[in-house]
């Protein structure tokens, strides 16, 4: 990332925001799912494309339409029911971990009690669940009760890195403190959806299609290649 300064790198930060949300929108979905199933949507979505884990969560609900069947579901039937979503034997694996990892720890499966938390308290519960990153925490507080963070998955960790918004060998954890500190909690959520999109529909891992990018005139890794 170019040196700059503070200031210079919140306009930056605001500019980005401005361009992205003239492209994609800034539309921010309302929460679907109760918090215990938005943390196993979020499992399934760990390295799958989009198509793929929500096939994998709709079986998983045909499957078992409760919480409580699902938690007394032999593993191998979770594996198999969320095979198309990829990495099945892990995922089943996190899944009944997790759901163990609840009862133990509450004495029920549901984790609406986090809604009274703050964010930092939220995340350190959540992350002490096993298999629940950073990401996957900030992802189920984001989509399930509203919260105003920016979680970074591998679409917004490459592209505020090539656009010169956090440091090219910064980790996704200090990415996403970065994130949260360049802008305010009402445009967080906003710019999480939008970099996801950018990096799906443009900013590709392999073969980024700069003629189309909104971002470009102000990407570092544009502008370098172009000088």
Do not use: W
Request: charged share 25%; hydrophobic share 40%; aromatic share 4%.
């Amino acid at each position: 990332m170019a040196k700059r300064g503070k200031d210079e790198l919140q306009e930056k930060a605001r500019d980005v925001d401005r361009r992205l949300a003239a492209y994609f929108g800034n539309t921010i979905p309302r929460p679907e799912r109760d918090v215990t199933h938005e943390l196993i949507h979020a499992v399934l979505s760990q390295n799958t494309h989009r198509r793929n884990y929500n096939l994998a969560y709709a079986r998983l609900m045909e499957a078992f339409p409760t919480i409580e069947e699902l938690a007394a579901a032999p593993l191998a039937k979770i594996e198999l029911t969320i095979r198309p979503g990829g990495l099945s034997r892990q995922k089943s694996k996190a899944i009944k971990s997790i759901l163990v990892a609840i009862k133990e720890s509450t004495g029920s499966y549901s984790l609406e009690f986090i809604a009274d938390m703050d964010v930092p308290a939220a995340r350190e519960y959540l992350t002490s669940l096993p298999g629940v990153g950073p990401k996957t925490a900030s992802v189920v507080l984001m989509f399930a009760l509203g919260r105003k963070v920016l979680p970074v998955d591998t679409h917004v960790l490459r592209t505020s890195k090539r656009i010169g918004l956090v440091d090219r060998k910064v980790t996704a954890e200090k990415a996403q403190a970065a994130l949260e500190g360049l802008y305010p909690p009402q445009v967080r959520p906003r710019m999480h959806l939008n970099l996801v999109e950018l990096g799906r529909e443009i900013c590709h891992a392999r073969g980024p299609v700069h003629e189309v990018c909104p971002a470009k005139m102000i990407c570092d890794e544009y502008r370098t290649g172009l000088m």
